[in-house]
């Protein structure tokens, strides 16, 4: 019978209490024959009124402890804190020898500001803001709802999440800090990408080209937006703010990183936003700038391209950017990898990894380390607003350009093109080329323009990363 209740587990439970209790007496049956140590400790106790081991805590009345708990408060914090940080205004640049390399570094001092808690309550709002339009709005809500919910955990009072040694100050370090996430991401995109339609048809990719004009002229209003108060660029501040008219996050990322860290957060969500609000910007220009008689221009159906063609592309193209221009070389390469794990057949395991699992867990926490740079000082003041401003210009530039330059491009072809797909020049991988084909298809039901429209798509998005790199080496050994 007793074996039997060995399988019971009430008995079992019955044992184990039984057990616990034995300890427990055991303990203060031992604890009876140290009478001397028990009466000390009780006569400490009773002489100061202070448990022993805590004489160096202060001492709390009711008053004091109702005022800590207040004062603890995130309403509290919102309406009467603030706290001093380091402003994005640069007050002194200092030069230091470093240890590793012997080489001189210049380190910029920025001044330091009050930031009074209802800016941190007017963050927190705009994180909720972003959140809202990934799930309400559907805009961009694999990248927007981290990113909310980073920009929430950043102002969240006295939780110290950003500040050094936080989680998010940790994310931000690991990935970004480096510019790791963002070769991560690229990496994924290459794995995603078809560049048969660029291959087909080599032309389109003077429409990607086209598109980075967005970029460069927007180096030209950045400098003339230096003359409104408040506003102070210099050319690596511009360089990362033009980036933005390339419509992608992960290049916009990378460049601001190496070349203006302070401004990460601010470019990053524009070109995020932007990214995302490609249906609602491009069509208007698009239609400004064509005719109804462009728009319903036919093109012929792509060629089939062959498999040792698409396996082939991304080596040469990234044994050209070695050759030519090496500071595009990372971002170029990592974009080539994916690809080439794609096309090349023998590394499906590490395709699909690297267009899924990977991709949308460096997502999340490239996502979440960008909230983290959303604070206060770094966000609400007028360069900031200036660069959500220029980001829009640099887009509407970009878009605009590769229209006008398909036009053009068509006085001179037998073929014509349709200008619709110059929009997708910028490299909104695949939205803006769906946005030339839902275009073309309003004027003419049965014109499907999305396969041309991929060849500029995917042309932008080397595009921009060339770009990057132009930008990286002119200015970034300064």
């Known amino acids: 019978m007793l074996i039997n209740k060995k399988k019971d587990p009430v008995f079992i439970t019955k044992v184990c209490l039984v057990i616990l209790l034995g300890a427990f007496a055991a303990f203060y049956i031992s604890s009876a024959f140290s009478p001397k140590v028990q009466a000390q400790s009780t006569e400490n106790e009773s002489a100061s009124g202070i448990i022993p081991g805590s004489e160096d805590i202060p001492e709390v009345s009711l008053n004091s402890v109702f005022t800590n708990i207040l004062e ?4 509290y914090s919102f309406i009467s804190g603030a706290v001093e940080k380091d402003s994005t205004e640069v007050e002194e ?3 230091e020898v470093d240890p590793e390399t012997g080489e001189i570094v ?20 705009i994180g909720f803001l972003l959140v809202y339009l990934a799930v309400g709005k559907k805009f961009e809500p694999l990248l ?13 009072p006295f939780a110290g999440m950003a500040d050094p040694g936080g989680f998010l100050d940790i994310i931000y370090k690991a990935g970004i800090g480096n510019t790791f996430f963002p070769l ?10 078809d ?17 980075q004009f967005g970029i460069f002229g927007t180096l030209f209003f950045v400098s003339l937006s230096n003359y409104i108060p408040g506003v102070n660029f210099n050319m690596l501040e511009a360089c990362a703010v033009a980036i933005i008219g390339g419509a992608d996050g992960p290049t916009a990322i990378y460049i601001s990183q190496t070349l203006a860290p302070h401004l990460l957060a601010t470019i990053a969500v524009a070109a995020y936003s932007y990214m995302a609000l490609v249906p609602v910007i491009q069509p208007p220009i698009m239609k400004l700038l064509t005719t109804k008689k462009e728009r319903q221009i036919r093109m012929k159906q792509l060629r089939d391209v062959s498999q040792k063609e698409k396996m082939l592309f991304p080596l040469v193209v990234f044994a050209l950017s070695i050759l030519l221009l090496p500071s595009a070389a990372p971002l170029v390469g990592a974009l080539m990898l994916g690809n080439f794990f794609k096309e090349c057949k023998v590394t499906d395991r590490l ?15 490239l996502s979440l380390g960008v909230g983290s740079r959303m604070t206060p000082e770094k966000f609400l003041n007028p360069s900031s607003l200036m660069i959500i401003a220029m980001g829009l210009v640099a887009f509407m530039v970009g878009s605009a350009s590769g229209v006008l330059i398909a036009k053009l491009m068509n006085v001179f072809l037998k073929e014509k093109i349709n200008p619709l797909i110059g929009s997708a020049g910028v490299s909104a991988v695949p939205m803006a080329a769906r946005v030339s084909n839902k ?8 014109n499907f323009l999305l396969m041309h429209a991929m060849g500029p798509n995917v042309a932008g998005v080397i595009g921009s990363a060339v770009a990057a790199g132009v930008m990286i080496a002119v200015y970034a050994a300064g």
Do not use: H
């Open 195 to 211: 560049f048969g339609p660029l291959i087909a048809n080599p032309k389109t990719a003077i429409l990607g080209a086209a598109a």
């Open 184 to 193: 991560i991401i690229f990496m994924g995109v290459g794995a995603m990408t």
């Open 106 to 125: 210049k380190i910029n001092i920025y001044k330091r500001i009050i930031v009074p808690g209802w800016q941190t309550f007017i963050m927190v709002l």
């Open 439 to 446: 275009v073309g298809m309003d004027e003419d039901p049965g």
């Open 351 to 365: 395709s699909d990894t690297a267009q899924n699992a990977m991709i949308n867990i460096v997502s999340i926490l």
């Open 72 to 75: 603890s408060t995130g309403i």
């Open 144 to 156: 927007l709802i981290p990113i909310g919910f980073g920009t929430i955990f950043a102002n969240i």
């Open 93 to 95: 640049v200092i030069e």
